[in-house]
């Protein structure tokens, strides 16, 4: 792989991993802390870096290298979702891969800016020889009656995790809580944010959780687990999760990836008296 962009890349355990992008969105603070009253929500844009009443969600995505496996945990929203988004393709090819050298995608859940990358305009797969790892609990929802029985303004997403869904029936291959995706790298169920979101967890000195949505903020997430993110869908679950996933972290000072979080996203968390704070890690930390 020839590196020649300043993607922040490290080594954990058997994977050599890029955190890439796929750009970002503007959220207000009604979606990073829904239950935070105003001044909260000021402050929590403001050290996001926000103004005039958003800030930025990032969107990190690793490409995770070992063996003969290239991998993508998700494929971003394409253009499709929101005109920030999309970036994924090209910042892989910046680092030298092509969308046809990925072998394999986990898809986290089917949300717009998580899945609606999967096809081209033409209708074509984006990642043309990738077999596809979605778990069982998401597929059963988005394709069965509980979805179709969303509010109508929920429909969009919808109709577009089953288009996106179902162009993937035939190389994919459904997973649940345990599951090994390949040696090394086990599927943990983070239900909440979505019915069947999954995060995973990569084996090294300590455990990499790339969380995904299940930790949806490194601030809210963390200083205010018992808080809900905008875009949960059943929020007293997605709660519940978050004090199990958060626990189990600090308990094994596992590395965390999260892929909403300011780049690059990696960081480790700590116990605190009244939730638990998190730690940034630079490059050269999380090289060390
Ligand atoms: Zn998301």
């Not at 300043?6 to 990073?32: M, N, Y």
């Not at 009443?53 to 690793?62: D, E, K, L």
């Not at 253009?79 to 092509?98: I, T, Y």
Request: aromatic residues 8%; proline residues 5%.
């Amino acid at each position: 792989m020839t590196q020649t962009t300043d993607f922040h890349s490290f080594r954990h355990g058997q994977f050599d991993i890029t955190v890439l992008s796929d750009g970002d969105i503007a959220l207000g603070g009604e979606i990073f802390a829904p239950e935070g009253n105003a001044e909260q929500r000021n402050t929590i844009l403001h050290r996001l870096g926000g103004e005039g009443g958003t800030a930025n969600a990032q969107s990190n995505i690793p490409l995770i290298v070992t063996g003969n496996e290239v991998m993508l945990v998700d494929v971003g929203a394409g253009r499709r979702f929101q005109p920030s988004e999309g970036k994924l393709e090209d910042n892989l090819r910046a680092v030298g891969v092509a969308p046809a050298d990925i072998t394999s995608i986990v898809i986290s859940h089917a949300h717009p800016d998580h899945i609606w990358g999967m096809l081209r305009d033409d209708g074509s797969l984006r990642f043309p020889n990738a077999r596809y790892f979605v778990g069982w609990t998401e597929w059963n929802f988005w394709i069965g009656e509980a979805a179709g029985a969303l509010p109508k303004e929920l429909q969009p997403f919808v109709e577009g995790a089953r288009r996106d869904l179902m162009a993937i029936t035939d190389r994919m291959t459904l997973v649940a809580d345990g599951d090994e995706i390949i040696p090394g790298m086990t599927v943990l169920a983070t239900p909440g944010h979505t019915a069947g979101h999954i995060s995973l967890v990569l084996e090294g000195d300590v455990p990499l959780i790339v969380t995904v949505d299940a930790t949806a903020s490194e601030i809210v997430s963390f200083e205010h687990p018992e808080w809900s993110f905008g875009f949960d869908m059943d929020p007293e679950l997605a709660v519940r999760t978050r004090h199990a996933l958060l626990e189990k972290a600090a308990s094994e000072n596992a590395k965390l990836l999260g892929f909403h979080w300011t780049y690059p996203g990696v960081g480790r968390i700590e116990k605190v008296a009244d939730g638990y704070r998190f730690h940034g890690l630079t490059s050269k930390a999380v090289q060390s």
